[in-house]
């Protein structure tokens, strides 16, 4: 079956694509380079032994999507990654958060809808919870106000399959991943920022090779045990082997409805300076870091309960956050040698 991943070349998407073929699916990969590299094809290559077919394309452009639909009749699934990401840079530019990851999510439906019968995997975000009322967070809990343009797509993005899944031979499933962290085994593939990096553990590596002065952790006065804010922390590849499983689910039938939704963690919180002791029990060096304000959009504590996930799906997070953080180092240092 021929699968097409958009973003295929990003972090989460590149370590999706490796799991799709471990388990013979033909893939074909969508990704515009915007926050990736093409070498990241090479890395796929190098664990699978497949040469991915692969498109430069910008979802954006209505017509080249309509062109790929033409050319490719025969896609048996789609596992939709292609979006913008960083919260801080969301509050900063929310346009572009909602062209970028609004109209490439419609565009795609539009083209699905017209097919006899379609499968749908968003890559959806805790960020849809907002501050969630209790922890730790099930997918019944209520959907609060977004605290960032991008969790606002998030939200807003669910709502568009929905309701598209109504009226259409659509079916999708919706997960909500909390924090993706770590790298390919291999170190062959990993995470890639272009520029100074968004997330947590990307900067505590560079930082740890030196390539970064010193970490910033944003607050230490928030209410949790140690002041600095708590997160759901899922290794990469156990985030991608989810994402096989729920299309497997479509192709299969076997979901219970048009659109299903499920949390995909670890079940256990762990604080930014948690993290950083991780980091520097892996790689047997201190971390320089300074407490600065805290960020805007930022909320103060996200865990997932994995309940439904774990049970239904059949999947659960088997590595540990040290293991994580150790594959992260490993890779940092592979690409910086």
Not at 194 to 222: A, C, H, M, W
């Amino acid at each position: 079956m021929k699968i097409l991943v958009t973003g295929g070349l990003g972090f989460i998407g590149s370590h999706t694509v490796v799991e799709l073929q471990n388990q013979g699916f033909e893939v074909v990969i969508i990704d515009n380079l915007s926050n990736t590299s093409l070498n990241v094809l090479d890395g796929i290559a190098n664990i699978t032994g497949i040469i991915t077919v692969f498109e430069n394309l910008d979802l954006r452009e209505k017509d080249k999507v309509q062109d790929f639909f033409k050319r490719h009749r025969d896609i048996s699934g789609v596992i939709h990654f292609a979006a913008s990401k960083a919260v801080g840079e969301s509050v900063g530019n929310p346009l572009l958060y909602y062209e970028n990851n609004l109209n490439t999510l419609i565009y795609l439906l539009q083209e699905l809808q017209q097919q006899p019968e379609a499968n749908f995997i968003f890559s959806s975000s805790c960020t849809v919870y907002g501050q969630a009322e209790k922890m730790p967070i099930t997918e019944d809990a209520s959907i609060q106000t977004a605290m960032s343009p991008y969790g606002n797509t998030k939200q807003i993005g669910e709502e568009i399959i929905t309701d598209t899944a109504k009226v259409t031979n659509i079916n999708a499933i919706l997960l909500r991943y909390f924090n993706p962290i770590g790298a390919h085994p291999s170190a062959e593939i990993g995470e890639l920022p272009i520029g100074v990096p968004q997330n947590l553990v990307p900067f505590i590596t560079q930082t740890g090779l030196g390539l970064r002065k010193e970490l910033s952790v944003y607050g230490d006065d928030y209410p949790t045990p140690d002041g600095t804010c708590v997160r759901d922390y899922i290794h990469v590849v156990d985030l991608a082997k989810a994402h096989v499983i729920a299309l497997k689910r479509l192709l299969n039938k076997t979901n219970l409805a048009k659109v299903e939704t499920f949390n995909l963690g670890t079940g256990t919180g762990s604080s930014v300076l948690e993290v950083i002791h991780a980091f520097e029990k892996v790689s047997g060096q201190k971390l320089p870091y300074k407490i600065v304000a805290r960020r805007e959009g930022d909320i103060t504590s996200a865990y997932a309960n994995t309940d439904k996930a774990n049970n239904i799906l059949g999947w659960k997070a088997a590595s540990t956050l040290d293991e994580a953080m150790e594959s992260a180092w490993k890779w940092e240092k592979k690409i910086r040698s």
